[in-house]
């Protein structure tokens, strides 16, 4: 029988956090870094209250939760913001298991300490393993070089961008800055998390990402490892040496430990530095060196084809397609869906019970990794089924094809998770049925992007308050290849 969580506080306050050799200041869920696990079974209750001792308002967001609409902690669609002095007491079912995270969902306050991860464990887990760890991969900067808002302010006003933030595996630039540090479970890589351990041991890795601006390479090593699960929905196992996980995307992994002291190392994508940690399963092993080179990190790496949802996972096929058009403003520092900015966004609509593809079109010149609330969706590719997921990455140039079944009634944001674009404009509504009174406003509590004003093109896309391009699937069109156009912000000199 599934259980109820136990209720927990979450106290967003001004703290002084340590990231291992450094203490700063940020803002915080209580004293540390990340907030509290919070734990549940499939089926059963969490019970969380947020007391906002904040200068701001402020909200919790559940990430990757099937939730009540009104639990969402998504401003200005179906919750206010939560005042300074005020509180809001968060009560939802969750009814999938998985490894999932919370975060604030104002403005810039996720790029702080305001995240922590929620694990939903299954009450018939078919996986055997002797333990488990939670891994939350961040990247910082709060308290060293400013705040996140002062970062998003120079954004905003400059046209320069380091093109030197390079991934092939990403189609080119990978980020919008450079953030000081890079943590694993709050700590930096010259005062590391331990995972400590026995030797032989099968040991389940949850990983999470919950950086702002950062995609990472993760590997073990010594180690291959099994990946169990995406976004908290089981999968086909595949064995890899390493794999990227995006910003707002979750894997688990299985390993059995050799003996020793091992690397865990979170290469931040593109961007030449790196979160790091130990595995520790003998007590005389000497700790591994935080710029050890790993052989695993170009190994193998896990791509979407590999990951497969079990049968019972499957969604219906769907009934219609709409496109989704991702792009960017010449300014550089707007980013939109469909042309529209967050201000006035793009809204696609669906009727309760429908399956519809969205065809995710990336003609911008970065990739984006997209998140849906609400839902959970089927990446569709050519000749495979494809992994469950609720965040999916996709490079400049290249379309993918996600199947959305509309069974969770509500005004849900769709946006990109790199927090700095989707404060630059990339934020969406996936709705149900007409447009409710007061949808079509930027009312997440941000900043819009250099104040602009999209006034989209609907031309059979999905449109602001339309019918989202309603008509009759089609076969799907290969993807797309990056061509040879580049990043139109001038390079930093």
């Known amino acids: 029988?599934?259980?109820?969580?136990?209720?927990?506080?979450?106290?967003?306050?001004?703290?002084?956090?340590?990231?291992?050799?450094?203490?700063?200041?940020?803002?915080?869920?209580?004293?540390?870094?990340?907030?509290?696990?919070?734990?549940?079974?499939?089926?059963?209750?969490?019970?969380?209250?947020?007391?906002?001792?904040?200068?701001?308002?402020?909200?919790?967001?559940?990430?990757?939760?099937?939730?009540?609409?009104?639990?969402?902690?998504?401003?200005?669609?179906?919750?206010?913001?939560?005042?300074?002095?005020?509180?809001?007491?968060?009560?939802?079912?969750?009814?999938?298991?998985?490894?999932?995270?919370?975060?604030?969902?104002?403005?810039?306050?996720?790029?702080?300490?305001?995240?922590?991860?929620?694990?939903?464990?299954?009450?018939?887990?078919?996986l055997g393993y002797d333990e488990e760890f939670t891994v939350v991969l961040d990247d910082w900067l709060d308290g060293i070089s400013g705040t996140p808002d002062d970062a998003l302010a120079r954004l905003n006003a400059s046209t320069e961008h380091d093109d030197t933030l390079r991934s092939d595996l990403l189609g080119g630039v990978v980020g919008e800055l450079v953030h000081p540090y890079h943590l694993v479970n709050g700590r930096t890589p010259d005062a590391p998390a331990v995972f400590t351990s026995r030797p032989g041991r099968l040991v389940r890795f949850r990983v999470i990402n919950a950086a702002a601006d950062t995609p990472f390479r993760v590997a073990l090593g010594g180690h291959r490892i099994a990946i169990t699960h995406t976004d908290g929905f089981p999968c086909r196992p595949v064995t890899v040496d390493t794999f990227l996980i995006g910003m707002g995307e979750r894997y688990d992994f299985l390993v059995r430990l050799g003996p020793g002291a091992f690397p865990l190392v979170a290469e931040a994508e593109g961007k030449r530095a790196r979160a790091f940690a130990v595995v520790r399963t003998t007590k005389i092993a000497a700790t591994p060196n935080r710029n050890v080179r790993l052989p695993e990190l170009d190994g193998r790496i896990l791509t979407y084809a590999d990951l497969e949802a079990r049968g019972s996972d499957e969604l219906p096929r769907p009934a219609r397609r709409v496109t989704v058009t991702l792009g960017m403003r010449p300014s550089g520092n707007e980013w939109t869906m469909n042309d529209r900015l967050a201000n006035d966004p793009m809204r696609l609509r669906v009727e309760r019970g429908e399956t519809i593809r969205i065809v995710l079109d990336n003609q911008s010149p970065?990739?984006?990794?997209?998140?849906?609330?609400?839902?959970?969706?089927?990446?569709?590719?050519?000749?495979?089924?494809?992994?469950?997921?609720?965040t999916v990455n996709i490079k400049p140039r290249e379309r993918l094809n996600i199947d959305v079944k509309a069974d969770n009634p509500g005004e849900w944001m769709f946006h990109c998770h790199n927090l700095y674009h989707q404060e630059q404009g990339m934020m969406g509504t996936f709705g149900y049925g007409p447009p409710p009174a007061g949808v079509g406003h930027g009312g997440h509590g941000g900043q819009d992007a250099r104040g602009g004003r999209g006034r989209g093109r609907d031309s059979g896309h999905a449109g602001h308050g339309g019918d989202g391009g309603r008509g009759a699937s089609r076969p799907d069109k290969s993807a797309e290849r990056a061509d040879s156009r580049r990043h139109r912000r001038k390079p930093k000199r």
């Not at 915080?28 to 209750?45: N, V």
């Not at 939730?67 to 939560?82: E, K, N």
């Not at 997209?370 to 089927?378: A, D, N, V, Y």
């Open 1 to 126: 029988m599934a259980r109820p969580a136990r209720g927990v506080t979450l106290r967003a306050r001004p703290a002084s956090v340590s990231l291992g050799r450094r203490t700063v200041s940020t803002w915080a869920y209580g004293e540390s870094l990340p907030g509290p696990r919070i734990e549940a079974t499939a089926g059963g209750i969490v019970r969380a209250r947020l007391v906002n001792d904040l200068p701001a308002p402020t909200t919790v967001h559940w990430h990757g939760i099937r939730i009540d609409p009104r639990m969402d902690g998504a401003p200005g669609y179906t919750q206010q913001a939560t005042r300074p002095g005020g509180t809001f007491d968060y009560v939802f079912k969750v009814p999938d298991p998985g490894t999932y995270f919370y975060h604030s969902h104002v403005g810039m306050q996720n790029d702080r300490g305001l995240y922590g991860p929620l694990i939903v464990e299954d009450p018939r887990e078919p």
């Open 366 to 390: 970065m990739w984006h990794p997209m998140h849906l609330h609400g839902h959970t969706f089927q990446l569709r590719g050519t000749g495979w089924g494809g992994p469950r997921k609720d």
